[in-house]
């Protein structure tokens, strides 16, 4: 894979994530015992904070190894453990599970290390110490449910002393996503390692098709993915020859590996070029916010440093967009409801009123923004920054989830107990008829197929409009109402033609087009207005109409 494009227009505030693949026999099923708390699992995460940190020879007991700490030390790089305020945090250069907890107490924390066998010791080159292990390791926060953790040997090219990577998969926020924890050759600190002769560079040429391969494979499951750790490789360039590669897939497509942190100098004074990095792939392309953060020291003097490297970290949260003034009026206002409840007593008292006539009769009604409340349908499309489509309203309409519109209850119980039957003319599509009808009873409205007609759209409707007997598309409908051939919904079997003729009493929708022989372009107000007392009832719907 190849990645021009990794480095640019990157802001650190909404940067995405790099990288896919690797075999099956790459990976083996790592020999950790699982990591579920015994406690009372606190509440899940909303969103997600990942860090990064290679502790530099962090050890248990905090005498040994290359980088000695002192009681006061410790103390210090716990403080700063806690102030990530992460709830994954893949670390370096730690030699045990016991060390890990001297900064990530075990009561708040599970704690995945890698299975890499201990490799021969070593003299530490400033003090003469033995030198303990170097080995990657997880911490996740107990709220996170962990789902599977894998040792990535590969990358170890079975040659001592090299670190495995270890692979996390958890149910986070944003679905299940696997994380891999890497630490790689070091010393190949260069743009194009394929061109470089040391021993450290064709190291490094061996595991980075690894890594490369690993990242495609998890590309192709379409599964939110990072790679995040300490490269030792400077990854930042857009010209590097590994991003370049970590860019585009075997088949030329570009990943949608991203380089999180491309805008981040080091922290190190002595080396501004980066080699911590946090990648990410496959992330939401929508509604998700990104915030990169490098955790400097309290005192970032080169001596007084508490580890030779700081954590760098990304805040992944679910990005909301704001609401339409319609659609926060429509869902919040007192005037809505106040308006559509004194609509439909309006509507109620009419109808006691009315001569009702000997023949059997009928009330008209539209269905959405009428009879069943889709508000919240508008809400979800947007907050994630989408517009209406045929896709995510036909799930919706599918879940069954509307409620009803303040006041119709009352006014279709009235309609019922009146003796009239109730003709739902809807412009969602036929085949919806069933999730309509499933909707209506889920509310409590009594509707049978004695005494209700549900008629979705079919393409006859639009055909037929001819600006003299049909004038909007659901003049048909109302026809075959009035005529007794409207083909009405019936639960577990064929459409039926059960209503005989029926005498259209009155008619009610949020749209002047829910009226029968009108247009909103050829609406004539004049002939409307004293019909609306009584025929013709109006609902208020800012969201969405002809108009």
């Known amino acids: 894979m190849t990645v021009n494009r990794l480095l640019v227009g990157l802001t650190i505030g909404t940067l995405s994530l790099l990288i896919t693949a690797c075999s099956t026999t790459m990976n083996k099923q790592a020999t950790i015992p699982p990591v579920v708390s015994t406690a009372t699992t606190p509440n ?201 590669q970590l860019s585009v897939n075997a088949n030329n497509s570009m990943s949608s590996l991203e380089n999180l942190g491309a805008d981040i100098i080091g922290c190190h004074p002595y080396y501004p070029a980066p080699i911590d990095h946090i990648l990410a792939g496959n992330m939401p392309k929508k509604g998700l916010h990104k915030t990169v953060k490098m955790h400097y020291f309290d005192d970032m003097s080169p001596k007084a440093m508490l580890s030779d490297h700081c954590a760098l970290s990304v805040e992944l949260s679910n990005f909301t967009y704001p609401l339409s003034n319609a659609v926060k009026w429509q869902t919040t206002s007192k005037e809505y409801r106040y308006l559509t409840s004194v609509t439909y007593k309006r509507a109620t ?96 409205i009594p509707v049978s197929i004695e005494n209700t007609c549900i008629l979705g759209r079919t393409p006859a409707d639009k055909a037929a409009i001819d600006g003299d007997k049909i004038i909007n598309d659901k003049d048909l409908r109302r026809q075959q109402i009035q005529n007794g051939t409207a083909n009405c919904y019936t639960p577990n079997s064929e459409r039926t033609s059960l209503f005989p003729d029926l005498t259209i009493i009155m008619q009610v929708g949020d749209n002047i087009e829910d009226f029968s022989g009108v247009t909103q372009e050829e609406a004539d107000m004049e002939a409307l207005l004293p019909r609306a007392n009584s025929e013709l009832i109006l609902l208020p719907n800012p969201m969405y109409g002809s108009w």
Not at 404 to 412: A, D, R
Request: proline share 3%.
């Open 44 to 244: 899940k995460p909303e969103g997600l904070v990942v860090a990064t940190w290679n502790t530099e020879h962090l050890a248990f007991p905090i005498s040994d190894g290359c980088r000695a700490r002192t009681e006061t030390e410790t103390i210090q790089l716990k403080q700063y453990a806690k102030s990530l305020n992460a709830d994954i945090v893949a670390l370096q250069e730690v030699a045990s599970t016991k060390a890990v907890e001297l900064l990530f107490p075990k009561s708040e924390w599970n704690i995945i290390m890698s299975e890499r066998a201990d490799s021969q010791t070593y003299d530490c080159r400033k003090t003469g110490a033995k030198s303990t292990q170097q080995k990657v390791a997880f911490a996740v926060r107990k709220n996170i449910e962990i789902l599977n953790t894998q040792a990535f040997d590969a990358l170890g090219l079975q040659r001592p002393g090299l670190r495995y990577g270890l692979e996390l998969t958890v149910d986070s926020p944003f679905g299940t996503m696997t994380l891999l924890n890497v630490h790689l050759k070091s010393g190949c600190f260069v743009d194009n390692y394929s061109r470089a002769d040391s021993d450290a560079c064709k190291t490094f040429a061996q595991q980075a098709p690894l890594l490369d391969k690993w990242a495609e494979n998890k590309e192709q499951t379409g599964m939110p993915y990072m790679i995040l750790g300490d490269f030792n490789h400077r990854l930042s360039a857009s010209y590097n020859h590994l991003t370049r």
């Open 349 to 444: 008292q009419a109808l006691e009123n009315m001569t009702l006539p000997n023949t059997s009769w009928a009330v008209v009604m539209d269905v959405d923004e009428t009879v069943l409340d889709n508000s919240q349908y508008q809400v979800n499309i947007e907050k994630n920054g989408e517009n209406y489509s045929p896709k995510t309203w036909s799930e919706w309409v599918a879940s069954e989830k509307a409620t009803l519109v303040p006041g119709v209850k009352t006014f279709i119980q009235a309609v019922f107990k009146q003796g009239g039957k109730l003709a739902l003319i809807t412009n969602r599509d036929r085949e919806q008829d069933n999730h309509t009808w499933n909707n209506l009873r889920a509310l409590g």
